[in-house]
């Protein structure tokens, strides 16, 4: 084939893009980064390609999406992989979450947009904890180990500003957005590795009135009703989907934590009984 093509895989799953423009390698390259593959058989394939002055992407003859620019090439086409990576590890259970993993064990942090899963990932990860994600934790059903789903941070300008360790890092033009950018976790934390066992759950729970990080212990009754608000692929799970959060709520620790600075945050939970 003529022209470059790039995999990915999360878990068991491979996808590839391709294209004959050798000038978009580095921008194929830094769509997941974290997740690059050699050479494989991918489930799925993508193709860019770019006429009078315009970028179209496609899967077969399926046109998906254009775009003018690399950045909103950039946008709509990781978004659309990271689409296909969910829907290919399907058999995987997913939840809206962060994932940081801190001495070989993963705490996963949950809860919904605005909550502060991604700065308090950024915190803990900049404090050594290997980053497996700020948008989709995935969890294997028999031995409930976490999986790495190595998605860029988006990181919004609020987080930057508290952390001018990612304020500082150079990044591709196409990733660098008005309100937010996509920063890959290799740049600044340790890298993700192999499925690691659950530690517990964090709740986040950000406010904007200068308050001290404090930590509520949850029940399992209520730690369960927080996992299966934040469940992504129930509706593929059913019985079986609630039984799990049962019993991962029964099996782990789950905590609320409520906090106003990220960076504090971070050194609370690390010095709290989450960690010990």
């Not at 994600?133 to 999986?147: M, N, P, T």
Request: net charge negative; glycine share 10%; hydrophobic share 40%.
């Amino acid at each position: 084939m003529d022209g470059w093509r790039c995999y990915y895989r999360v878990a068991d799953y491979t996808l590839s893009i391709e294209g004959g423009d050798s000038a978009l390698v580095p921008w194929a390259e830094s769509l997941y980064p974290c997740a690059q593959f050699g050479k494989g058989d991918p489930q799925r394939i993508f193709r860019v390609e770019g006429a009078k002055g315009r970028y179209h992407l496609l899967e077969g003859t399926n046109k998906l999406a254009e775009a003018e620019s690399w950045p909103e090439l950039f946008a709509v086409t990781e978004w659309r992989l990271t689409r296909a990576l969910m829907e290919g590890v399907h058999a995987l259970y997913q939840l809206h979450a962060g994932v940081v993993v801190l001495n070989g064990r993963a705490l996963v942090l949950c809860g919904h947009s605005g909550a502060g899963k991604t700065s308090l990932t950024v915190g803990l990860g900049l404090r050594g904890g290997a980053v497996y994600g700020d948008e989709v934790a995935i969890f294997d059903a028999d031995s409930l180990r976490v999986f790495s789903f190595p998605r860029d941070l988006i990181v919004r300008n609020g987080t930057r500003d508290l952390f001018p360790q990612i304020e500082q890092l150079e990044l591709p033009a196409w990733k660098v957005f008005a309100d937010y950018r996509h920063v890959p976790p290799q740049a600044w934390c340790p890298l993700a590795g192999s499925p690691v066992p659950c530690s517990g759950f964090v709740f986040p729970q950000l406010r904007h009135d200068g308050c001290e990080p404090s930590l509520r212990r949850l029940g399992p009754a209520e730690a369960a009703q927080r996992i299966l608000e934040q469940s992504f692929n129930m509706d593929q799970w059913g019985k079986r989907g609630i039984d799990l959060v049962g019993q991962l709520a029964e099996q782990y620790p789950a905590w609320e934590l409520v906090f106003a600075d990220a960076e504090r945050a971070a050194d609370y939970v690390l010095a709290s009984e989450i960690e010990r």
